[in-house]
């Protein structure tokens, strides 16, 4: 379970071997949502709207390091850290 960032108590990972389209997981207490890296659609889960927002600024920060990060996972290779949203 990488972790590459973590910001307002939202934890990002991106898992190895993962399915189709490229995304990530931000989990927020006990809640959970799965990202589109491209859209910043949720396509999974769910997360109050306030912290998918923080995570959509957070993203359109970050598309081309969680590209990276994802073609990286793909291989098991190790994880990029990526600057948290301040």
Known sequence: MPTISYFFGIAIRIYFNEHPPPHFHALYGDDVG??????G???NG???????????EWRM??????MEDWR???GRKRLNRIDPLE
């Open 72 to 74: 990286l996972a793909q």
């Open 34 to 39: 799965q990202v589109e890296i491209a859209t």
């Open 46 to 56: 769910r997360l109050p709207r306030r912290v998918l927002a923080f995570v959509e």
């Open 41 to 43: 659609k949720l396509i």
């Open 61 to 66: 920060l970050h598309v081309d390091e969680l």
